[in-house]
Nanobody, 116 residues
Framework: QVHLVESGGGLVQPGGSLRLSCTYY?????????MSWFRQAPGNQRELVAA???????HYLWTVEGRFTISRDIAKNTVALQMNDLTPADTAVYYC?????????WGQGTQVTVSS
């Protein structure tokens, strides 16, 4: 059984920062092809926010480029998403994903709310 557990969501004012963390309990993340953060706002489709690949390269949704940073700590088997300069448009449930076919595993999600 694959386990991904997210933490770090919450309520923050516009312009603030949050750091999300995802721990992978079913193996070593260094061997996972793609570790990603997705988000889904009410009424919207789930979208890819940021990804980090097996060899360390990264990819970002253009609306978060320059504000969000994805990183991984192989020793701790975690992937983090540092989110700065948050706006109300960033409000969503954020999900961690581990993708390495046939593996495609999801965490339970963590709520991020940006509001004054």
């Amino acid at each position: 059984q694959v386990h991904l557990v997210e933490s770090g969501g919450g309520l923050v004012q516009p312009g603030g920062s949050l750091r999300l963390s995802c721990t992978y309990y079913s193996g070593n993340i260094s061997s996972i092809y793609q570790m990603s953060w997705f988000r889904q706002a009410p009424g919207n489709q789930r979208e890819l926010v940021a990804a980090i690949f097996e060899h360390g390269s990264t990819h970002y949704l253009w609306t978060v480029e320059g504000r969000f940073t994805i990183s991984r700590d192989i020793a701790k088997n975690t992937v983090a998403l540092q989110m700065n300069d948050l706006t109300p448009a960033d409000t969503a449930v954020y999900y961690c994903n581990a993708h390495d076919p046939p593996l495609d595993a999801w965490g339970q999600g963590t709520q991020v709310t940006v509001s004054s």
